[in-house]
Antibody
Framework: QVTLKESGPALVKPTQTLTLTCTFSGFSLSTSGMRVSWIRQPPGKALEWLARIDWEDDKFYSTSLKTRLTISKDTSKNQVVLRMTNMDPVDTATYYC??????????????WGQGTLVTVSS | QSVLTQPPSVSGAPGQRVTISCTGSSSNIGAGYDVHWYQQLPGTAPKLLIYDNSNRPSGVPDRFSGSKSGTSASLAITGLQAEDEADYYCQSYDSSLSGSEVVFGGGTKLTVL
């Protein structure tokens, strides 16, 4: 059974760095083909893809946010960590982690975490 | 605005059929990338509904179907039920000079009348 769960601060101040952790079970990021992404959703708005990390430690980022994002993994702990610098109120959103299935150009998110709401406010 | 365009809202009466469109361009759907659909019930995480244009994961009723043609894709829901009231998102890949990345549609709110 595949599960993912996000954790991190519910409130961050503007200019601070956000660190979120995705703890998963039911698969291993050391297994060939396994990948995990972060996706966010501002209140009442659409989904936005942020970043992805692969079993080989390849990393990919949203073009518009790549200067602010860092994704990493701890295979021994079954965790993926996302860091986002210089937080702004517009970054207020529910942040999801999700497992990826499928090949390049056809990959999709088959399992999602429940999401964690992060509010950016002073 | 989103790279993939969806109507903000659609509605239908119980038992009816509705369709939700997802319009892209030559750098995403038109480039041959697959389209996937997610259902997001109020207050919950998105759930995979259709993958690879027209395939349903185990457990998804066959009332849901997907198709793709040219630079667009569609999600059809037949025999509408009250429990289908949710937001629906399409997802694909976009490849440009700056690289390739996952893209989502802006979402469509389905109201069951």
């Amino acid at each position: 059974q595949v599960t993912l769960k996000e954790s991190g601060p519910a409130l961050v101040k503007p200019t601070q760095t956000l660190t979120l952790t995705c703890t998963f079970s039911g698969f291993s990021l050391s297994t060939s083909g396994m990948r995990v992404s972060w996706i966010r959703q501002p209140p009442g708005k659409a989904l936005e893809w942020l970043a992805r990390i692969d079993w080989e430690d390849d990393k990919f980022y949203s073009t518009s946010l790549k200067t602010r994002l860092t994704i990493s993994k701890d295979t021994s702990k079954n965790q993926v960590v996302l860091r986002m610098t210089n937080m702004d109120p517009v970054d207020t959103a529910t942040y999801y982690c999700a497992r990826i299935t499928g090949g390049f150009g056809g990959s999709y998110f088959d399992y999602w975490g429940q999401g964690t709401l992060v509010t950016v406010s002073s | 605005q989103s790279v993939l365009t969806q109507p903000p809202s659609v509605s239908g009466a119980p038992g009816q059929r509705v369709t939700i469109s997802c319009t892209g361009s030559s750098s995403n759907i038109g480039a041959g990338y697959d389209v996937h659909w997610y259902q997001q019930l109020p207050g919950t995480a998105p759930k995979l509904l259709i993958y690879d244009n027209s395939n349903r994961p185990s457990g998804v009723p066959d009332r849901f179907s997907g198709s793709k043609s040219g630079t667009s894709a569609s999600l059809a829901i037949t025999g509408l039920q009250a429990e289908d009231e949710a937001d629906y998102y399409c997802q694909s890949y976009d490849s440009s000079l700056s690289g390739s990345e996952v893209v989502f549609g802006g979402g469509t709110k389905l109201t069951v009348l």
